[in-house]
């Protein structure tokens, strides 16, 4: 007999999911609170740009799907990094020149998703269906249609969550359990902003991220292949509604990106404050009847760029253990969660350290030396020595693992240090004692 899925959330790793499951022989029915996406116009659906690199690319190209999305992705070689006293020095992302990211719309990622899912047997979508209860112990969802509120109750062999940071699958699962639950809200926001195409020519260099590095006030910029680029405002959360004249406080902060936003006010006024919110949970399935996926059980802060790749990798693991473990799906739920997890929570401190890094750091000359250090080493010694930034953006090394190994590599270097410098003294006293300089 057909086993049935029921997928909550439509989002890129729902829809993954959906496309790994139906490969696999299950019916799957994904029901989204929001339209159809592909329904709506431009303006209806701004999308943010989203950060592809080699997790999620390879997660995509499982399916089949990546030769589709080529087109829709402009490639991101490196940053130019934007210095209040003008120039925009460029930082390469790898030793390699393969090592590069590549920038997506949401909405481009999503609908090719969709149409690919939907041309799978056993694959159907509810949009405008909205999570009302849960039933774990039956695997069954409670909803609601929008717009006319009519009730639908769907009964399932299992309930994937895979409805956000803010999941209500997460938060039906897991009531009544012993769960570990930590959520916590940075205390900075964002506000998306254009750099518009100039009569269709990119006003800045286009394959880049555009990074403006500030204590107080942040901007990151991903390229369109329309020539325009999406930037992200972030700021401390209260200061949104201090600044008055958004256009002066960016001639103070930000003197070179004004002239590239010709619609920074209007935009400012218009455009909402985000929040940025990272998530630690457990357990990450009930038995056999619910699982979670994606932002649903780890959401990140997005300074690393990846939260998305994150949650399409979650598909792959979760699509393995399910072929590792075919007629048990408890088995394969606690598999995935006890292969991902540390990982993930890993991932968590990582994001979360390169906000301070994009922040307050990449102005500085020790760190810039420090990179080109690690740069000038993997292409000394390809294969033995790999960046941490390399491993965790251009490999698919579990997260911990490349932590544990960049740690390993920055222990040499500081041995390397400290042996150089003791040679030196050494030199300095040889050279003492036999009458040479004094200091």
């Not at 460029?90 to 481009?108: K, M, N, T």
């Not at 090719?112 to 209860?133: K, M, Y």
């Not at 393995?320 to 408890?330: F, I, K, M, S, Y």
């Not at 390399?390 to 997260?399: D, R």
Request: contains cysteine; charged residues 25%; neutral net charge.
């Amino acid at each position: 007999m057909t086993r049935r899925i029921l997928i909550v959330g439509a989002g890129p790793a729902g829809t993954l999911l959906a496309c790994c499951l139906a490969r696999r022989g299950f019916q799957v029915d994904v029901y989204e609170r929001r339209p159809d996406p592909r329904l709506l116009d431009e303006e209806e659906s701004r999308s943010i740009n989203l950060g592809l690199s080699a997790r999620g690319i390879k997660a995509l190209d499982d399916i089949g799907l990546m030769d589709t999305l080529w087109p829709l992705t402009v490639p991101m070689r490196g940053r130019a990094i934007h210095l209040p006293g003008g120039g925009a020095p460029f930082q390469p992302y790898g030793a390699h020149e393969g090592e590069i990211l590549h920038s997506v719309l949401r909405r481009d990622l999503i609908t090719t998703l969709i149409d690919h899912a939907e041309a799978q047997p056993g694959v159907s979508f509810h949009f405008r269906h909205r999570l009302v209860d849960l039933d774990r112990e039956a695997a069954a969802v409670h909803l609601a249609e929008e717009g006319t509120g009519a009730a639908l109750t769907v009964r399932g062999d299992a309930v994937i969550g895979a409805d956000g940071a803010f999941s209500q699958v997460r938060a039906r699962m897991q009531h009544g359990l012993r769960v570990d639950h930590h959520q916590e809200f940075l205390e900075w926001g964002y506000k998306e902003l254009t750099i518009p195409a100039d009569d269709g020519s990119a006003r800045t260099r286009l394959e880049a991220l555009h990074v403006w590095p500030g204590e107080d006030a942040l901007i990151v910029a991903h390229p369109n292949r329309d020539n325009s680029l999406t930037g992200t405002l972030f700021l401390p959360v209260e200061r949104f509604e201090e600044i008055a004249d958004p256009e002066e406080f960016f001639r103070a902060r930000f003197p070179d990106a004004i002239g590239l936003m010709p619609h920074l006010a209007k935009e400012y006024a218009e455009h909402p404050v985000g929040h940025l919110v990272s998530i630690r949970t457990s357990p990450w399935h009930y038995r056999d009847r619910v699982a979670l996926i994606g932002d649903a059980c780890h959401a990140v802060y997005p300074f690393y760029g990846q939260g998305m790749n994150a949650s399409l990798e979650d598909c792959t693991v979760l699509d393995r253990c399910l072929g590792a473990h075919p007629d048990d799906l408890g088995r394969a739920f606690a598999e995935y969660q006890r292969l991902r997890k540390p990982h993930t929570d890993v991932l968590d401190e990582l994001s979360k350290q390169n906000f301070v890094e994009l922040r307050d750091r990449l102005r500085s000359p020790f760190h810039l030396a420090r990179k080109k250090a690690d740069l000038l080493l993997a292409r000394l010694l390809p294969g033995r020595w790999v960046p941490l930034y390399t491993m965790i953006s251009h490999t698919t090394t579990p997260y911990a693992d490349a932590l544990a190994r960049a740690r390993r590599q920055d222990a040499i270097l500081r041995w390397a240090g400290v042996a150089t410098g003791a040679v030196a003294l050494a030199a300095v006293r040889r050279s003492t004692r036999k009458g040479g300089p004094r200091c």
